[in-house]
């Protein structure tokens, strides 16, 4: 047991310390695709507390990521420092999620899926149409990139330094979450929301909190987001964002905590690495996660999770088996 | 004696079919009441009118004098109102020691006292002096959904007390459950029954089981409250005898 606990801390360091060496040599495009890794990860696991650990499914992921990016293009492009955005972000999405969950108190799975579905469009027309604070389909460019205690992070590789601190936060922020009794309460109300109830849970509160963290964490990543791509428009905020969102969560392994760092992952450096295939990589990677969904609906990491569960089973019998056959053979 | 529960009038209709059709009764402190009847005489559905689950059609109920009807399943078990289900509801992903947490944590502090407290809610010692009284001590770090049947029942048992409350509302307990494991949970039961002063109230058709732990007997027929006495004084009431216990 403690083996493996070294062996896990053990890969944890080397993941982490190559996260922070590799990219060194990165090129531009390199390290915004690294970047943009990042900031899909916290997104992905604001889902994944709402999803994943609450199970409340939500469409409007990627609106909040729009929410944060609009919240700090416009603050920066102001001359307000992009902390200042990330707070205003952050309380803005953590409001609105918190109303978005009303709903989910009286409406569950698809019919969930649909009002949240319905808000995903209300933002992106808003984020489209409020010209005079969104710029419209011109969107909003030259967003500045934020100085860190007075240091610089124009170029791209301290921008991504900023990403992976950020992320390297928020993953701490959200251990941390989920292993308090809040992270206990959140899988109650997944598994059984009425016997959740009956133990004092206030299903209520912890559907609501469970969508107000989610959605600040989307607006996290938004606000780095925009200093990012260092431009706004309405388009990478349609839909298709919560899509992918959902999609990252699901595959990497919804209510995982590594989940969405996989499923980030996949998603984002993915279509990179099956560049060659020219157009058939959104065929392969459609393939891909349906055989996936098939096998193993819990995603990636309930393989992996599935495969421990049966070697510690088989341990289990096996060590049994020696103690019954000890005390058949003694005298 | 103070009346812990007290239920005036209670009724409740789903459509056409009146499940519970005006049933009263007290449950005075550290009282066991039996609960019995043939299935389908509104056991569940009164318990369910007295915990919050559903909304009585009229009537009222009170919890140490106060008037509870209408409130949430959460707000109740907050007064110390607990119960179990009839059918099992242990969260089978999560280990022993992590359900007996789950079932005490919102007894501690407030949310944000849980947020940045600590993991287990300080509850740790609690559900392991838990584990050790319902005998489960081998079993505390196994995930709850790899338990045998009765061991389930047990710990459902066991999380309906780690709130500690003053009155537990029991459906069903022994269902399903081996003889063996049928004494250990009377002993538990009557053991906290005495210790902690808990005043239960019990639903079961093991005639044996409710005869030998309760100290009062009420017996429910359609919809009705048809008697109510000590053991054996049901044992010996005819009309019971003929809609329920048998010749």
Known sequence: MTAAKTLKIGFGIVVIAALIIVPMNFNRYGLFILSQWAVMTIAAMGLNLTLGYAGQVSLAQGAFVGIGAYT????????????GALGVAIVLCFAIGWILGYPALRVQHHYLAFVTLAFSTLAFLVFRNEDWLTKGIYGISNIPRPEIFGYPTRRPLPFYYVCLGSLGIVSLAVWWLIRSPWGRAFIALRENPVRALSLGIDTRRYTLMAFAIGSALGGVAGTLYAPLTQYVDPVPFHLSLSLDLLMMVIVGGSGFFFGPFLGAMIAVLLP???????????????????????????????ILDRYISERRTKAASALRAVAKAKLETAP | MTAVLEVSNIRKSFGGITAVNGVSFDVQEGEILGLIGPNGCGKSTLFNCILGQLTPSAGEVKVDGKVVTGMRPSELNGLGVSRTFQLLQVFPKLSVRENLILAGQEHQGNMLSRLLGPSDAGLTEAANQMIGFFKLDHLADEPAGGLSYGQQKLLDAAMAFMGGPRLVLLDEPAGGVNLTMLADLKDRLAAINREKRATFVVIEHNMEFVMSLCTRVMVMAEGKVLAVGRPDEIRANPAVIEAYLGH
């Open chain 1, 72 to 83: 700090a293009a416009i603050m920066t492009s102001s001359g307000l420092p992009l902390i």
């Open chain 1, 272 to 302: 990179e690495w099956l560049r060659f295939t020219q157009g058939y990589y959104l065929m392969l990677y459609a393939i891909a996660v349906i055989l996936l969904l098939i096998y193993s609906p819990t995603g990636i990491l309930g």
